[in-house]
């Protein structure tokens, strides 16, 4: 057959090809259709040669010129998975349909990605590969969609597919760059097909988990595989790609169920991704998820270090935007909400020294937690024990203020023993401290030597009716009638509770004497020992 090199094609302006439009055209529609309308506009001088460009043919060059070769071998070209993609979607880019030839190229590369049952596990990957790399339009998403179904068929078919474990704590995933994290990440289980898939670009995996979401495969097991991605991965990047991962995973982490996700994980991965530059909503995404994981938060997860031009030690911003997060999150247990209380108790007392934490933020940090979450403001009193001690230029007024946050009905009796006579603290709150317990007392003496049953406060009554207010209590009532400091004012109040002595006093008077007239009636009423007394006869 004679060859002419009468059409010049510009690929993507990236190459020049000159080939026989006869031989293209036969198998093109496109080329035939755009033959056809220049007819009458070009000369029909057989030397007469033609100029094609093609803007963003898929694959380019390369895809080009196995066209043309199939073009050339009279519809025969040898297909592979390592090119079906680019001949794919070229062929559709080049309208080779059943319209110009009956073998053409799309029905072949159709057929042959009906086989792909049958192709090796690395040949799937090349192809996802080609797809994502060199191709774009809705052809190559076809593609895409059957190679990524051949994947996951194959992953699915498996037995193992995600064994290690029912817990998202329980993946071992480190994400510390040391020798000793690296080498237990390295030999920690995972399933066989982990590496293989993180080994993958970025946008690749993110389609391939979505993918797999929409089908409902084990979540537990997708949260460990995301972390597995970073930890393997991050070390080994530069920061754009670092930055590329970690917004990526934290995308797929945000879909997945709260419960399928390790809150160890999440702090990992906002401790390494910290100078990366990740974006807001990246970063709100992160933070969201460990709020509404707060309650399985330790007190080493919140301490991270405040951020670079602050002055204070640890970031407490980014501890009241968790608890925000964990409070603003459905269903929140009792024993959540308390868990976090305790968690937050421990946090604050250990913030409270820092001697460049600002009283305002300081309040809030506290103020944030509902009052419900607290059993005991035993922890936060000895809290603004310690700030006040670190702030010691604070005025009165600012003591007070802050002091607002103390429910003094919630503090033992022991720590507003401590109140009353501790020189840090405002007079007015040493006299909130014992207004409350004089209450408590009141409530005591009213109910015969019990508390009421609805007070937070630890009872140290004990269980005597009316001598339930023992010689510790009464020594007590003595100690907030002598030793705190009261103002003119509050005379009232010091004469209440010398009133409150005396009662006591002439109470335990009272249950001595009777103690002595019971005793009395006991003995005058029973036989004494060996005293001949003889049982009644029985009726005979």
């Known amino acids: 057959m004679h060859l002419v090199c009468d059409l010049e094609v510009d690929v993507n302006g990236e190459q020049t090809f000159l080939v026989d439009k006869k031989i293209l055209s036969s198998f093109s529609a496109k080329l035939s259709k755009l033959f056809n309308n220049s007819a009458t506009t070009v000369s029909h001088h057989s030397s007469q040669s033609m100029k094609v460009i093609l803007h963003d043919l898929p694959g380019g060059p390369e895809a080009f010129e196995l066209m043309s070769s199939f ?7 040898p297909i592979s998975p390592s090119n079906v993609c680019l001949l794919h979607v070229g062929g559709h880019y080049m309208e080779m349909t059943d ?17 792909m049952i049958y192709w090796t596990w690395p040949e799937i990957f090349v192809a996802i590969k080609q797809c994502y790399l060199r191709l774009n339009g809705p052809a190559s998403s076809m593609v895409l969609k059957k190679c990524i179904d051949g994947l996951l068929q194959r992953i699915a078919s498996t037995s193992d597919m995600c064994t290690s474990g029912s817990s998202p704590e329980s993946s071992n995933f480190r994400f510390s760059c040391d020798t000793k994290s690296s080498e237990s990440a390295k030999y920690s289980f995972r399933p066989w097909w982990f590496k293989d898939l993180s080994l993958l670009s970025p946008n690749i995996i993110e389609t391939i988990v979505q993918t797999m979401i929409s089908r409902n495969f084990d979540q537990l097991c997708l949260a460990k595989f995301l972390f597995f991605c ?32 390790s809150c160890k994980g999440l702090f990992g991965i906002l401790r390494v991704s910290s100078n990366i530059g990740i974006s807001k909503s990246c970063r709100y995404e992160l933070e969201t998820m460990i709020g509404s994981l707060l ?15 602050s002055s204070y030690l640890y970031d407490v911003n980014l501890v009241s935007r968790f608890l925000k997060s964990f409070l603003s999150s459905h269903h929140v247990s009792l024993t959540g909400l308390k868990t976090v209380g305790s968690l937050m108790d421990k946090y604050i007392t250990e913030v409270a020294p820092d ?45 007070i203020k802050i002091c607002i946050v103390l429910n003094y009905e919630k503090l033992s009796l022991e720590a507003c023993k401590h109140l009353a006579q501790n020189s840090k603290f405002p007079s007015r709150t040493a006299l909130q401290a014992l207004v409350s317990q004089q ?12 508390l009421k049953s609805g007070s937070s406060s630890p009872c140290i009554y004990r269980n005597k009716g009316i001598k339930g207010v023992d010689n510790y209590s009464k020594e007590q009532i003595v100690f907030y009638a002598k030793k705190v400091d009261l103002s003119t004012e509050n005379e009232e109040l010091r004469a209440h509770l010398n009133g409150m002595q005396l009662r006591v006093m002439e109470l335990e008077k009272i249950c001595r004497k009777m103690q002595i007239q019971m005793s009395k009636i006991v003995k005058k009423t029973l036989p004494s020992p060996g005293s001949g007394g003889s049982l009644p006869k029985l009726c005979s």
């Open 71 to 77: 073009c050339y071998n009279n519809g025969r070209a």
């Open 99 to 115: 319209e110009v030839a009956p073998c053409n190229l799309i029905k072949q590369t159709d057929r042959f990605l009906e086989t």
């Open 230 to 261: 970073v930890t393997t991965r991050f070390a080994m990047s530069n920061s754009v790609q670092k930055r590329d991962l970690v917004e990526t995973v934290v995308r797929l982490l945000y879909l997945l169920e709260r419960r399928s996700v």
């Open 295 to 309: 309650d399985q938060a330790t007190m080493d997860n919140l301490l991270f270090p405040s951020p670079p031009g």
């Open 355 to 399: 001697s460049n934490l600002r009283p305002a933020k300081f309040v809030a940090l506290i103020k944030a937690l509902p009052d419900a979450a607290i059993d005991s403001y035993d922890g936060i009193y000895r809290a603004l024990d310690m700030y006040f001690e670190v702030h010691g230029r604070l005025s009165e007024e600012e003591k």
């Open 439 to 450: 209450c408590k007392l009141k409530s005591l003496l009213s109910n015969g030597g019990y």
